[in-house]
């Protein structure tokens, strides 16, 4: 009983030193005199809850989460077998009071008995649901670090949740946590692992792993697919529809399949491959169930349709489309960014110049603070926000700029300002594009020293 008389030997301490009697201090606090008495003087004493604690420390002037120690020690003593609503409440206390050190201490504890896994799992989802994801990360660390099965449920949507909230600017971190998560994708539930392929699809593009972007395209068309035959299903019967738990509608991730196919086909070069996929989200009108969103969505991906199939034009030669390309960009600005990409690799290689509609989107290309730039998503082309999307656009225009002033010889400020934007953005966010860089750099070195000036 060390422990436990321990924690009783502090607040009687206390409440000497402050000259406080029993049923005084029963009053001050707001805690019955029975169960305070039954807590301080009981043989054996009455077990002390956190909440009781909390009014005891703060009748005595003490600060938050005085004795909090001692209070988990006594949760886990010998004498106690952990209590997971007991426990919970003090996790929960913990989180409020930022006291990150005792959630790690007060979870090793729990995982003695394996059967704590489901309730810290619980809880995980719990905060997730209330918004506190990045708070329930050490939860979700102890469930894979401590789940006996690795083919569970809870496995993968603890591995899920880490890669969700761990993704940043930085493309080669998210690579690393889309390696480690990649293998549980298929063990999620469907409404999660639609978004978890859409998010893994957005990583392969940013480092231009084409292969996989097909692939995840491909599972990501298998399973809209299913469901949306499931949901009709569901509808005929007049049965309630179970796509309420996902995070965008069955539309955009059935249509995101075939656009992220046709964006990698595009980027392989294989052209004729990738304009069949136009069709597949040009109209989709026919979908069942659209909501709001859903026809806002459809609307989307038919803009997108336009704007690829010009893609397509220009990067196969019929440069006659640069003037339609260039009003329809008129009438849509937000789709600038990755339009000049497009724009810039067609100049580069039908030697186009550009000059005049670069000089309309010194802006966009040429932001004061990029990352800043991106966090307010002026450059969006689509209702949600990719942050390491845009940098990995960034880059690809700043390569293909580069590139563009290369072929024309001309060595001026714009171009010294390309390369310190490319330099940074690679540096900073995908060092896995250095060695394009390298040969780009090791083509302006070979230019005639009369342009360096």
């Known amino acids: 009983m060390k422990h436990r008389i321990t924690l009783i030997t502090e607040l009687e301490s206390e409440m000497h030193k402050q000259g406080y009697s029993l049923s005084h201090f029963s009053k001050v606090s707001g805690i ?3 169960i305070l008495s039954a807590t301080l003087n009981g043989n054996p004493p009455k077990i002390m809850s956190i909440t009781q604690l909390d009014a005891m420390a703060k009748a005595l002037g003490k600060p938050e989460s005085w004795l909090y120690e001692l209070f988990v020690e006594q949760c886990f003593s010998e004498e106690n077998k952990a209590n997971w609503r007991r426990v919970r409440t003090l996790l929960l206390r913990c989180i409020e009071l930022n006291r990150d050190d ?8 729990l995982m003695e008995d394996p059967a704590h896994v489901a309730h810290v799992f619980d809880l995980a989802e719990e905060l997730v649901e209330q918004n506190q994801a990045i708070v329930a990360m050490p939860f979700y660390e102890c469930v894979i670090e401590n789940e006996r099965n690795y083919h569970s449920e809870r496995l993968a949507i603890s591995h899920y949740r880490l890669f969700r ?3 940043s600017p930085i493309i080669e971190n998210n690579l690393r946590l889309a390696m480690v998560f990649h293998p549980f994708r298929n063990r999620l539930p469907d409404h999660l692992r639609l978004e978890a392929l859409l998010q893994l699809s957005n990583i392969y593009y940013t480092i231009q792993d084409w292969d996989m972007v097909i692939n995840c395209a491909n599972e990501l068309n298998v399973l809209s697919n299913i469901i949306y035959a499931q949901e009709c299903k569901r509808r005929k019967k007049n049965l309630p529809v179970t796509t309420v738990l996902l995070e965008r509608p069955l539309v955009t991730y059935y ?11 595009e980027h392989m070069e294989k052209y004729d491959e990738a304009r069949p996929y136009l069709k597949k989200f040009a109209d989709l009108s026919w979908f069942e169930g659209l909501d709001d969103i859903g026809k806002e969505d459809v609307e989307k991906f038919k803009l997108y349709a336009v704007f690829n199939e010009l893609n397509l034009d220009l990067l196969t030669g019929n440069t006659d489309k640069l003037v339609d390309y260039v009003e329809l ?12 990409v497009i724009i810039s690799k067609a100049a580069n290689k039908y030697n186009m110049n550009i000059d005049d509609i670069l000089a309309d989107y010194d802006d966009i290309i040429y932001p004061n603070d990029i990352l800043d730039y991106i966090h307010h998503g002026k450059f969006l082309r689509d209702h949600y926000k990719d942050i390491p999307i845009g940098i990995s656009r960034y880059i690809n225009i700043y390569y293909q700029l580069a590139l563009y002033q290369c072929n024309r010889n001309v060595y001026d400020e714009k171009l010294e300002k390309i390369l310190i934007a490319l330099e940074t953005s690679v ?5 896995g594009r250095i060695i394009d860089c ?9 230019m005639p020293r009369e342009h360096k000036e």
């Open 329 to 340: 960009l008129k009438a849509h600005p937000g789709e600038a960014l990755p339009s000049l």
């Open 102 to 109: 005792l959630i790690g201490d007060i979870l090793n504890s």
């Open 427 to 431: 540096e900073k966010y995908n060092r």
């Open 32 to 34: 019955n005199r029975g």
């Open 438 to 446: 390298l040969a780009l750099f090791k083509k302006l070195r070979e």
């Open 165 to 167: 909230a761990r993704t």
């Open 255 to 265: 249509a995101q399949s075939h656009l992220m196919k046709f964006v990698a086909l």
